[in-house]
C-alpha cells in the first residue's frame, strides 16, 4: 500500500457506516478521481441512529434511512461491494474478502465500526441487542403487546428502545446500576429528569445488574438481578455499550488499545492505512489516550478528516462534539461535556422548578458543555460560543425569557 502523500489510484472504504460513506463523498468533494471502494456487507451504506428510533418504531423505512439515493454511487463512481474483508495485505498492497479475492489498494480506510457489547453472563447470549437493520427487524417482532421486555442499559440505545417497546404496549423494565445514568453526559438535573421519565411512561426502573438468565419451559426466560430479585421476561434486551471491531487491524500489525489508535487526521500506525468512527481511538499529541467518541456527528467528521489526509491535505476544523437522542416523544441534544468532576460550575435554565437546559462553566467563565430538553436553537447557540471561546452570561443562560439568538456576546 501507498503512504499517504503519494498518488492514490485506488482507495478501499472498509466498512458500511455514515465514517465511510463520509469519506467517499469527501474524497469526490475534494477532487480524487480515482477508484473508489465500499466494502460494505449489507449493501449500500444506511444511517444508524434511526435503528434505534423511526426505524425501529416503523416510521422509517430502509430506503428511508439511505445516506443517499440509489443513483449517487454511479454518479461519484463509488463502487459498492457488498463483501466483508477478512484481512489486510499490505505487503501485498491489498485487501482480502472472504472468498480469497485480493482486491488491490493504495490506501485503506478501516471505518469497520464496532460489534454490541456481550452480555457476558451465564445465559447472557439470550439477549438481543441492537446495531444493524437486522437487528432492529428482530426486534420489532418481539416488542408486542403485552411481552414482558427486560432491557439492560439505560444508556442511549436502552432507553430509545425502552421507549419503543413500551408505545408499541410491551411491559418493560429497565436495569441498569447507575441511578440516574448519563450524568457526565447531560449533567445531573436533566439526567434525573429524563430517568423520571420511564416511570411517568409505565416503564419501571430498577437499579441493580444482572447476574445470569435461564430459560423457562414456556419459552420466557428468568433474569436473576444482583439484589436478589428476579425478573421473568419474554425478551431481553442488552444496551451496554459497544466493542471496537479492530480485528483487521490488530492482525496487520496496526496499534491497537480499545480501538485503532489514530492521529486527529485519522493516520495509524502504518502510513497507507487510515481509521475512522466508532473502531477509532484518538491518541493525542502528548501521548494520552482520548476516549472513543461513539456518535454519529463524530464519525462524520472522522471520516471527513481521513479522506482529506489521504489526499495529503489539511482536514477540516472540527467543532465541540455533539450527540442528541429521542425517548417517549421528547429530543435531548448536548455539546461539549457536563462531566462536572474536572471542575466547573453548572447553570441550569428552568421552568416552573424543572430544568430545561444545563451549562457547565469553567472557572475562568468560558462554556465547556451544554445539554437540552427540544431546545435544539438554544444547543446551537451554546456550540457557537464554544466554538468561539466566548464567555456567556451566567444570567443570560439561566433565564428561559431570553432567546438562544441573544446568548451569543
Known sequence: MQPAGGSA????????GVAAFSAASELRARGYDGALTLLSPEGAPYDRPPLSKGYLLG????????????????????????????????????????DGTLLRADRVLLATGARPRPLAIPGGEAAYTLRDRADADALRGILVPEARVVVVGAGLIGTEVASAAVSFGAQVTLVDPVDPPLVPAVGEALARRLHAMHAEH????????????????????VVRLADGSALEADAIVAGIGIVPASRLAAEAGIEVDDGVLV?????????AVFAAGDVSRLRKPDGILARR????????????????????????ETGAPWFWSDRYGVHVEAVGTLDGRAGGSTVLREVDGVPQAAFLLADDGHLLGAAAVDLPLLIR???????RGLTPDRAALADPAVPARRLLP
Open 9 to 16: 489510484r485506488r482507495i478501499v472504504a472498509v466498512g458500511g
Open 59 to 98: 416510521t422509517e423505512d430502509a430506503a428511508k434511512i439511505a445516506l443517499a439515493a440509489e443513483g449517487w454511487y454511479a454518479e461519484h463512481e463509488v463502487e459498492v461491494v457488498a463483501e466483508r474483508a477478512v484481512a489486510l495485505r499490505p505487503a501485498e498492497a491489498a485487501v482480502e474478502l472472504g
Open 202 to 221: 409505565g416503564v419501571r426502573s430498577i437499579a441493580s445488574v444482572p447476574l445470569g438468565i435461564s430459560a423457562s419451559g414456556d419459552g420466557s426466560h
Open 263 to 271: 492521529d486527529a487526521s485519522g493516520a495509524t500506525t502504518n502510513p
Open 293 to 316: 467518541a461513539e456518535h454519529w456527528e463524530a464519525a462524520v467528521r472522522s471520516g471527513q478528516a481521513a479522506a482529506a489526509s489521504m489526499l495529503g491535505q489539511a482536514p477540516p
Open 381 to 387: 447557540a451554546a456550540r457557537r460560543i464554544m466554538d
